[in-house]
């Protein structure tokens, strides 16, 4: 078992900024995706950014260059850094964790909110 324990999600004004961590404890293997999700009211869940164990990155293209990922491996933890909020960015934000080796897992966090309103 994997547990993620999120934070830093909140309300900000318009061009804002906020900053999620995500630490993972419990059986962490190596070789670990992690990555940010969200979900506004009335979507489907839509993949923010995830970073892989080696560093390689992957940015939803309507984050992109607002948004920057990072984890530090020895603590299990990952951040989500989020400038220049939009309305657009207000949704439920998920931490998870997945590995594809064996032994293969994906756990969910429980979900911070942010709300980009001013």
């Known amino acids: 078992q994997v547990q993620l324990d999120e934070s830093g999600g909140g309300l900000v004004q318009p061009g804002g900024t906020l900053r999620l961590s995500c630490k993972a404890s419990g059986r962490v293997f190596a070789a670990a995706t992690m990555g940010w999700y969200r979900q506004a009211p009335g979507s489907q869940r839509e993949m923010v950014a995830t970073i892989t164990s080696g560093g390689n990155i992957r940015y939803a293209d309507s984050v992109e260059g607002r948004f920057t990922i990072s984890r530090d491996n020895s603590k299990n933890t990952a951040w989500l850094q989020m400038d220049n909020l939009q309305r657009e960015d207000t949704a439920v934000y998920y931490c998870?964790?997945?590995?594809?080796?064996?032994?293969?897992?994906?756990?969910w966090g429980q979900g911070t909110q942010v709300t980009v309103s001013s």
């Open positions: 998870n964790i997945r590995r594809t080796m064996t032994p293969t897992y994906s756990y």
